[in-house]
């Protein structure tokens, strides 16, 4: 290993700052040990009934359900998350976890009509698939690979982020409890460039689920072509939160904060291009402010807080540095002393243009943008090289329909911000990622479909 990479993760509580764990950074060569397991296992595991598959899946749901707290508080410690999102994530992969054990029995291939026979498809398994998790929703960004892969039929190897590999190695102990067979769900915390960087490169791992950056995204998809692996991309965003003036002002108003904070705006769906019809302009900014003044940010353990803090150093510093001292607009407050805090921050008055309005901070951090009418609305929604989600606020139902169809991003919301459902389907357009995740073709994502006739030409005569 490359001297410049640790032996050892410094798992860091990001509200105090204190070392919560070390953990050992994997290699490459344990990329390759994991993979001879996880390649045996598979061949056991689809040689199962599908029932039984999908009785194991059900069990590790319901052993993760009963650890749930034990798993929430353990991502409140290593991610920041508050308590109660945390709660949600933890559920995120249990239900993830039923619905895809419910996905086993019903994957089912297709009878072609042809002459002379009969053409059927058989959906496969892939074989071992690498899961490449970031730290933003270590657990359920995790989840949203496995589940689906399992139950298809495959093995996993899970790489974890760098910060956050608590949970995920929870979870495989978990999985074992719950009677998965070892080998077939392996958590391999690492550094990205050497033991996820394995994972990209073996031959022997058939389909890369990523998640994080655009710029490694890129660099996952060029490595895996040379091998012509399946990769699925779930990359940044930098969506649009369109208000037109004939909205429910007072409901977009209140709903647009959490829109962006919510997990301290580390989000690739958060909100954070408010576009706000210019004849609304003032009044919906009157009615913003207090919304975002007022949001309680502190210790994420405390069942009342909103918003805890960065999950580390490096990501304030990245935050910070596009929040330059010449821009303003409406401030929250956050805490002093240790941990990576930065306040709710909404900019005004910000060129269109200008980094922070089109690159993802990924931190507490939005633009407001005002427009004349729906053409540029549009057009500004469209204006960055991303493409993951969006909303419209709007109660003119045709208005709503043109511009969902107008804006060039995966998920949309009218009315609401709610993008993330495990069954619906879920991923990016443009620079926003490749595939999708989640809902009723999760499962399918994880196979290849084989084509096979049968002849019904009877012996010659
Ligand atoms: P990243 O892309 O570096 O890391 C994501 C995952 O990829 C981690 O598990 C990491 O270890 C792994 N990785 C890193 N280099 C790799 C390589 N060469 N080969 C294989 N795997 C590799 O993201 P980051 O540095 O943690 O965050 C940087 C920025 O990325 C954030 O500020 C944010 O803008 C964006 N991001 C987006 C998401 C998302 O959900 N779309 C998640 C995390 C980060």
Same mark, same amino acid.
């Given at each position: 290993?490359?001297?410049?990479?640790?032996?050892?993760?410094?798992?860091?509580?990001?509200?105090?700052?204190?070392? %919560?764990?070390?953990?050992?950074?994997?290699?490459?060569?344990?990329?390759?040990?994991?993979?001879?397991?996880?390649?045996?296992?598979?061949?056991? =595991?689809?040689?199962?009934?599908?029932?039984?598959?999908?009785?194991?899946?059900?069990?590790?749901?319901?052993? %993760?359900?009963?650890?749930?707290?034990?798993?929430? /508080?353990? +991502?409140? @410690?290593?991610?920041?998350?508050? #308590?109660?999102?945390? /709660?949600?994530?933890?559920?995120?992969?249990?239900?993830?976890?039923?619905?895809?054990?419910?996905?086993?029995?019903?994957?089912?291939?297709?009878? #072609?009509?042809?002459?002379?026979? $009969?053409?059927?498809?058989?959906?496969?398994?892939?074989?071992?698939?690498?899961?490449?998790?970031?730290?933003?929703?270590?657990?359920?960004?995790?989840?949203?690979?496995?589940?689906?892969?399992?139950?298809?039929?495959?093995?996993?190897?899970?790489?974890?982020?760098?910060?956050?590999?608590?949970?995920?190695?929870?979870?495989?102990?978990?999985?074992?409890?719950?009677?998965?067979?070892?080998?077939?769900?392996?958590? $391999?915390?690492?550094?990205?460039?050497?033991?996820?960087?394995?994972?990209?490169?073996?031959?022997?791992?058939?389909?890369?689920?990523?998640?994080?950056?655009?710029?490694?995204?890129?660099?996952?998809?060029?490595?895996?072509?040379?091998?012509?692996?399946?990769?699925?991309?779930?990359?940044?965003?930098?969506?649009?939160?369109? %208000?037109?003036? *004939?909205?429910?002002?007072?409901?977009?108003?209140?709903?647009?904060?959490?829109?962006?904070?919510?997990?301290?705006?580390?989000?690739?769906?958060?909100?954070?291009?408010?576009? %706000?019809? @210019?004849?609304?302009?003032?009044?919906?900014?009157?009615?913003?402010?207090?919304? #975002?003044?007022?949001? !309680?940010?502190? *210790?994420?353990?405390?069942?009342?807080?909103?918003?805890?803090?960065?999950?580390?150093?490096?990501?304030?510093?990245?935050?910070?540095?596009?929040?330059? *001292?010449?821009?303003?607009?409406?401030?929250?407050?956050?805490?002093?002393?240790?941990?990576? =805090?930065?306040?709710?921050?909404?900019?005004?008055?910000?060129?269109?243009?200008?980094?922070?309005?089109?690159?993802?901070?990924?931190?507490?951090?939005?633009?407001?943008?005002?427009?004349?009418?729906?053409?540029?609305?549009?057009?500004?929604?469209?204006?960055?090289?991303?493409?993951?989600?969006?909303?419209?606020?709007?109660? *003119?139902?045709? !208005?709503?329909?043109?511009?969902?169809?107008?804006?060039?991003?995966?998920?949309?919301?009218?009315?609401?911000?709610?993008?993330?459902?495990?069954?619906?389907?879920?991923?990016?357009?443009?620079?926003?990622?490749?595939?999708?995740?989640?809902?009723?073709?999760?499962?399918?994502?994880?196979? +290849?479909?084989?084509?096979?006739?049968?002849?019904?030409?009877?012996?010659?005569?």
């Amino acid at each position: 290993m490359s001297a410049e990479y640790t032996l050892d993760l410094d798992v860091l509580n990001p509200a105090t700052e204190e070392v %919560v764990a070390t953990v050992p950074a994997a290699t490459a060569a344990d990329v390759d040990t994991a993979v001879v397991h996880a390649t045996k296992a598979q061949v056991r =595991w689809a040689a199962l009934a599908p029932g039984d598959r999908a009785r194991l899946l059900r069990r590790f749901a319901v052993t %993760v359900d009963e650890h749930l707290e034990e798993l929430a /508080r353990l +991502e409140v @410690r290593e991610a920041g998350h508050t #308590i109660g999102n945390a /709660r949600w994530e933890a559920g995120n992969v249990r239900d993830l976890l039923d619905y895809a054990a419910g996905g086993v029995e019903r994957l089912t291939g297709r009878q #072609i009509p042809v002459p002379g026979g $009969l053409d059927v498809t058989i959906l496969e398994p892939l074989g071992v698939v690498g899961v490449i998790a970031p730290w933003n929703f270590p657990m359920p960004i995790a989840a949203w690979g496995t589940a689906p892969a399992l139950a298809a039929g495959n093995a996993v190897i899970l790489k974890p982020a760098e910060t956050t590999p608590l949970t995920a190695l929870r979870l495989a102990e978990l999985a074992l409890e719950a009677g998965l067979p070892e080998g077939l769900f392996q958590v $391999l915390p690492g550094h990205g460039p050497v033991a996820g960087n394995a994972l990209v490169e073996h031959p022997g791992v058939a389909k890369i689920v990523f998640t994080g950056s655009t710029a490694v995204g890129k660099q996952v998809l060029a490595k895996g072509s040379a091998l012509l692996k399946r990769v699925t991309l779930e990359l940044g965003g930098k969506s649009p939160n369109i %208000v037109f003036a *004939d909205a429910d002002l007072e409901a977009a108003a209140a709903a647009a904060p959490m829109a962006f904070l919510d997990n301290s705006g580390q989000d690739c769906c958060a909100r954070t291009r408010i576009l %706000v019809q @210019r004849s609304a302009y003032d009044r919906f900014l009157d009615l913003l402010a207090p919304g #975002i003044e007022s949001v !309680r940010v502190g *210790d994420p353990a405390d069942e009342q807080t909103q918003m805890g803090p960065l999950i580390s150093k490096v990501q304030l510093e990245r935050v910070r540095s596009y929040v330059t *001292d010449d821009l303003h607009g409406i401030r929250g407050k956050a805490p002093e002393g240790p941990g990576f =805090w930065f306040p709710p921050t909404l900019l005004t008055g910000v060129d269109p243009h200008a980094r922070v309005a089109v690159e993802e901070v990924f931190g507490p951090v939005a633009v407001v943008l005002p427009f004349e009418d729906e053409a540029e609305a549009v057009a500004l929604a469209n204006a960055t090289d991303y493409g993951l989600a969006g909303s419209i606020w709007t109660r *003119d139902v045709g !208005r709503a329909l043109r511009v969902s169809q107008a804006v060039r991003a995966g998920n949309l919301s009218v009315n609401s911000h709610s993008s993330v459902r495990y069954w619906t389907p879920f991923g990016g357009f443009k620079q926003s990622g490749l595939g999708r995740e989640l809902g009723p073709d999760a499962l399918t994502a994880f196979t +290849e479909t084989k084509n096979v006739f049968i002849s019904t030409e009877g012996p010659a005569q």
